[in-house]
């Protein structure tokens, strides 16, 4: 990292966590199959866990059995280094668990329908306010504002789609935010509108979406607290252990510190402060201020190294950039939600700052902007360990893929994406036809490029499960089993490569070489799966359990057999 972040973070790089989290001296011994991750440890037969460290491998550990406070005999199963989540929203995640449960939703009656329920429920709710309904519930992901009057005709409703680039409100909603017919179009993003040239009830992207979104009440830290720790309750049973939280707003920032001093944060997050195109001059130093407050009284669990940047919108919206017209819209290449420069210009000043850049890039001219970006960057500044991400890297101009290894830039997939579901078969393929949906996710390529990979959910826009993932990307299959021969079978990846981007790869994005393998003196942050994944067929990968998920050595998830 940079000089100027790293003196900010001396202090609590030399924190060891175990010491954060009550000093704990007792002994795990795990005896079975253990998958160090390290070319030198490979796979081995047993580890040892002493102050939240990994103490020994093989043998060595195996000797310790009898003095160990606790030994696990893991059977059929597997212990590994726990998953990391290089992207995702844990706090929205946390929160979806507040407002009606409409993700699982599998038509737009049963969307109205939850949300009558829940608003019954709640008479006292000013506002009825959930997330990740399916776009492709609806011809064009378009929403009309009456289905939610018929069910919620006096209250606002609004919801986020899944993807968190579109809202579906009610018309109570459009009124308290004032958009009529006569309401333009903002610079970023638009409304979608009746033949007669009123509101429908879908706002696209940022600032439409926001004209509602800014009417709702903000939650108060108590609330937002509690959804930090329903997040880190939900990532403990999936066996995660970090998360890079990739939207993070002002007023998130002091949540995630209360989480920290109170114990409700229980995995490691770094927080990905969002630079904001129209005012991002005017965020330099507060986000340096973010970062030394969280560096000070966020303890170990807890940094703020990241700017995060939205290169782009969502091909099923017809908001990603792209190079060159939508099959469905000759008219259009998309919405850019930065102008090529502005983005190369902001990423260098924050470079310049010591923060690492983790830009959302889509489409293919919103992926070249990025890495014209981080190329910028790398041109005007002086050298250092910068790790830029861009991430999900959908779809990739061809001319493009060289330039990712040769600017070091970490590809942070959200894999289970890769697969021909109804938002891709419905939506996406449509809107770019069948030769651009062909080079989308091209995890395959740049992995035999030597381009690291990161794994993601982007959770709660997808399930934060990595297991789920990881099966599509060695398979490119549906759950179902679709297509039978892979969807572009050419970018799977080997169920080691997979596996090392869940991981190793997930550390190396967070800066945590110490974390990037089992090795002695690793901090013990550990998964214990029923079985391989290795060993089981590709299509039942999900189906393989977590039976426990130690931080730093102390349990954060035990399943029914774990001990």
């Given at each position: ?208 979406c926001d004209l509602v979104l800014d009417q709702v009440p903000a939650r108060s830290e108590d609330q937002l607290v509690e ?174 893929l060289p330039r990712f290894a040769a600017l070091g830039v970490i590809a942070n997939f959200e894999p289970l994406w890769a ?145």
């Open positions: 990292m940079s000089d100027s972040e790293s003196s900010e973070n001396s202090e609590s790089s030399e924190s060891s966590v175990h010491a954060a989290m009550e000093a704990r001296t007792e002994t795990w011994v795990f005896l079975g199959a253990v998958r160090t991750g390290t070319a030198r440890y490979g796979d081995t037969t047993a580890l040892a866990v002493r102050d939240g460290r990994v103490l020994a491998l093989g043998e060595e550990a195996r000797a310790l059995s009898e003095e160990a406070d606790h030994v696990v005999e893991l059977g059929d199963g597997l212990l590994m280094a726990a998953f990391g989540d290089g992207h995702a929203h844990p706090l929205f995640g946390g929160l979806e668990s507040f407002g009606p449960r409409i993700k699982e939703a599998a038509s737009v009656e049963a969307v109205v329908s939850e949300v009558g329920r829940w608003a019954r429920e709640h008479p006292d709710a000013e506002w009825v306010v959930g997330a990740s309904y399916d776009p492709a519930l609806a011809p064009g992901g378009a929403f009309d504002a009456r289905w939610l009057d018929a069910v919620v005709p006096d209250r606002p409703v609004v919801l986020r789609a899944h993807d968190y680039h579109t809202v579906w409100c009610n018309s109570e909603a459009l009124r308290r935010a004032g958009v009529s017919g006569a309401t333009r179009d903002p610079r970023v993003g638009w409304i979608e509108r009746r033949a007669d040239g009123s509101p429908l009830g879908t706002l696209r992207e940022w600032h439409a959804a930090l720790r329903r997040a880190g309750a939900a990532y403990a049973r999936a066996g995660l252990t970090w998360v890079q939280d990739a939207w993070v707003e002002p007023d998130m920032v002091p949540a995630y510190l209360a989480a920290a001093r109170d114990g409700a944060l229980t995995l490691r997050v770094d927080l990905a402060q969002r630079a904001d195109p129209d005012r991002w001059r005017e965020q330099l130093e507060p986000f340096t201020q973010t970062r030394r407050r969280v560096t000070q009284e966020g303890g170990p669990l807890l940094s703020a190294r990241t700017v995060k940047y939205f290169s782009d919108g969502v091909i099923e919206g017809g908001t990603a950039a792209l190079l060159s017209p939508y099959e469905d819209a000759p008219h259009s290449c998309g919405m850019p939600v930065w102008e090529p420069d502005a983005l190369a210009e902001a990423v260098r000043a924050f470079d310049a700052a010591g923060f690492q850049t983790h830009v959302h890039a889509i489409g293919d001219a919103g992926v070249r902007a990025a890495l014209d970006a981080v190329e910028s960057a790398v041109r005007a500044g002086p050298a250092w360990d910068r790790r830029p991400v861009i991430t999900h890297v959908q779809l990739v101009d061809p001319a493009d697969q021909l579901d109804p938002l891709q078969t419905e939506l996406s393929v449509p809107r770019i036809g069948a030769a651009r949906a062909a080079l989308q996710y091209p995890m395959g390529d740049l992995a035999r490029d030597g381009v690291r990979l990161s794994f993601g959910s982007d959770w709660p826009v997808s399930s934060h499960v990595p297991l789920e993932g990881i099966q599509v990307a060695v398979t490119r299959r549906t759950f179902e089993g679709e297509p039978e021969a892979g969807w572009t079978p050419h970018q799977r990846l080997t169920m080691e490569q997979a596996l090392t981007a869940a991981t190793s790869g997930v550390a190396h994005q967070a800066g945590a070489d110490d974390r990037t393998g089992l090795a002695p003196g690793a901090p013990a942050d550990l998964v214990r799966l029923s079985a391989d994944p290795r060993a089981v067929d590709p299509m039942a990968v999900r189906d393989v359990r977590v039976l426990g998920t130690w931080l730093a050595g102390r349990v954060t998830y035990a399943g029914q057999t774990a001990p």
